[in-house]
């Protein structure tokens, strides 16, 4: 099992349900566009020569179109190498040299700063650009350049539990950013457990708090997804405001993790969460008797 084979197991089996939505209601997505969407990726992808081993840079802030994106190049059999988008264009330029990335998908209002800082470390990779991220940016992008020339359509990878996955990059606190290589198998093991533990249904709702260029978008992205349930991207203004993150929480219909049979209330002053919905507690309460189960072993 590879990450993006959570995805095609889902789109064939809850094609209409709602896959991502990004905060704030501006854009939604259902499992079988999604599955479409990032087919199209990587049918572009593997016409520019990207295959198994090779690295995608993705320069987008957290969206339905960077979603996307990942399982395009995982369809594609590569590895993605997300980036900070608020970082600066020199430090996200250094992490996609220093891994050699082969193409970057990339929003255009980074694009000239971020081409200037690669340019001086050595090779310019392609690009594919974004006018704008979001609801319809990747599809408008590829419609683009398929007027050109489509890219005939191909089988999606059977990536190996060995194969690169993604590679995410440290802070550079004590000097450059470090990049962590990170396997099929590794992702699946942690996403399995998550599973496991959190018991996802189809009819949850998760929010996505974590960066993706942070390692618990992991959890935000693939148990959900797995799982056929939604995905609320929180945008990082609102994850820094607790009131209008428990008023977003509520209008989406559900909590970090939603669980049926467990009525939630939301904090003092705020709108009950729907009937089953499960909070931050229930999550805690399964994680807490996880690691006690573990210090036991």
């Known amino acids: 099992m590879s990450l993006h084979d959570l995805l095609k197991a889902s789109a064939r089996t809850h094609g209409a349900r709602t896959a991502i939505a990004e905060g704030g209601g501006a854009a939604s997505i259902d499992y079988s566009t999604l599955d479409r969407l990032s087919d199209r990726l990587r049918d572009r992808l593997g016409a520019m020569g990207i295959g198994r081993g090779d690295r995608v840079g993705i320069y987008l802030r957290k969206s339905i179109d960077s979603v996307a994106s990942i399982f395009g190049i995982l369809k594609a059999g590569a590895a993605y190498v997300p980036v900070d988008p608020t970082a600066p264009a020199s430090r996200n330029a250094y992490i996609h040299n220093n891994c050699g990335v082969s193409a970057v998908i990339v929003d255009r209002r980074f694009e000239g700063a971020y081409l200037d800082e690669i340019g001086k470390l050595g090779r310019v990779p392609p690009v594919i650009l974004l006018d704008e991220t979001g609801g319809g940016g990747l599809d ?115 909590a970090p993790v939603a669980r049926a049979g467990h009525e939630a209330q939301g904090p003092p002053g705020e709108a009950a969460l729907p009937p089953g919905a499960r909070t931050r507690g229930d999550v805690s309460r399964n994680i807490s008797r996880e690691r006690v189960r573990c210090r036991s072993w």
């Open 140 to 254: 408008a992008a590829l419609c683009a350049l398929d007027a050109n020339g489509p890219a005939a359509p191909r089988d999606s990878a059977e990536s190996a539990a060995d194969d690169l996955a993604y590679i995410l990059y440290t802070s550079g606190s004590t000097g450059r950013p470090k990049g962590v290589m990170l396997s099929h198998h590794n992702a699946v093991s942690f996403v399995d457990w998550c599973a496991e533990t959190f018991d996802p249904r189809p009819t949850d709702v998760f929010s996505s708090h974590a960066p993706f260029h942070f390692d618990l978008s992991i959890l935000d992205i693939y148990v959900p997804l797995k799982h056929g349930a939604a995905l609320v991207l929180i945008p990082e203004e609102a994850g820094k405001d607790p009131l209008a993150l428990s008023g977003m929480i509520a209008r989406a219909g559900g």
